[in-house]
């Protein structure tokens, strides 16, 4: 299986909401900072947000500062992303990983969010 399994997205109104979940396996989920990607078609993926191993400091990108909140459960070993007030530059597919992960190039298949009307 995927290393990374990404769910939730969706087609959404502007201004909307959704929640997305990231279910990992193959590592010891509770020991690793945690981060969500995303990225639209004809650019690069772009960083959304961080999560410490412990849940206790989440920094985000500033274009989604108060709208976005990263969350996980570690005994389900899951990642959240609660987005709010989403925007028509929102739409993208989006992906979690940690460091390793992503220094190793093991990615997921991402969800896609689109934000339209």
């Known amino acids: 299986q995927a290393p990374f399994v990404e769910s939730g997205g969706g087609l959404v109104q502007p201004g909307g909401s959704l929640r997305l979940s990231c279910v990992a396996s193959g590592f010891t989920f509770r020991d690793y900072d945690m981060s969500w990607y995303r990225q639209a078609p004809g650019k690069g993926r772009e960083w959304v947000g961080r999560i410490t191993k412990d849940g206790r400091e989440v920094t985000y990108e500033d274009a989604v500062k108060g709208r976005f909140t990263i969350s996980r459960d570690n005994a389900k070993n899951t990642l959240y992303l609660q987005m709010n007030d989403l925007k028509s530059e929102d739409t993208a597919a989006y992906y979690c990983?940690?460091?390793?992960?992503?220094?190793?190039?093991?990615w997921g298949q991402g969800t896609q969010v689109t934000v339209s009307s």
């Open positions: 990983n940690s460091v390793t992960g992503m220094l190793s190039g093991r």
